[in-house]
């Protein structure tokens, strides 16, 4: 079996926003719909604080209550665990936005741009008019994925078949791959690190996985 999964070292990331950016330029999404997006948090206490940046956004939960909750079943899974919206069946009702206990949906009713009503080249050619009225989010960037496996490619080594984010980090934080396979990227990096997963007493068993050493805080 697979399952794709990210891992962030925060040891390393330094809150640049890069991701930020490669996730809007790939899939062009609108002002203030980052499906990508790095949270600035302080820690520890004064005078002894420091900042961390943490990446977010959809978790492609093992559990996904996101999916439990859609009606149409517009949400679902792949076998290799990413978490898929169906614009076409999606009825808008916005109950996986509610859902989500890491706040990794959108849903936008009209269109909008960067720069006022008119878009840019690359919003044009990226627009999407079946995002519209319907949920969206993270997709790992499946289309990538599916592309680069295709072409025999591997994702989490070969850039063409891994996810935009993970591929324009400057500071190596983010890194993408099969933590089924034990010989995998990711694999690697959570049998030598601690880690973390947001939320894990939810049980949703997030496939985002946090490095991060405790004596840090």
Request: hydrophobic share 35%; with cysteine; proline share 7%.
């Amino acid at each position: 079996m697979t399952r794709y999964a990210m891992v962030a070292d925060l040891r390393a990331c330094v809150g640049c926003q890069t991701c930020t950016a490669a996730c809007k330029h790939t899939n062009s999404t609108p002002p203030g719909v980052q499906w990508r997006k790095v949270l600035d948090i302080e820690t520890g206490r004064f005078p002894d604080v420091q900042r961390i940046f943490m990446p977010v956004g959809c978790m492609h939960c093992t559990d996904p209550p996101c999916l439990e909750v859609c009606p149409s079943g517009a949400t679902d899974q792949r076998v290799d665990g990413i978490v898929t919206i169906d614009y076409d069946l999606c009825i808008g009702c916005a109950y996986c936005v509610v859902a989500c206990p890491y706040q990794a949906r959108y849903k936008l009713d009209e269109p909008k741009f960067a720069y006022g009503d008119e878009p840019t080249a690359q919003e044009a050619q990226r627009f999407d008019e079946r995002k519209l009225g319907v949920a969206q989010k993270c997709t790992f960037c499946h289309d990538r994925i599916d592309a680069g496996k295709a072409a025999g490619l591997i994702p989490g080594i070969d850039p063409e078949a891994s996810p935009a984010c993970s591929n324009a980090c400057i500071a190596h934080a983010l890194h993408f791959g099969d933590i089924e396979d034990p010989k995998s990227n990711v694999s690697g990096l959570l049998t030598d690190n601690p880690w973390f997963q947001m939320h894990d007493h939810l049980g949703t068993n997030p496939g985002f996985f946090y490095l991060w050493d405790e004596s840090k805080t």
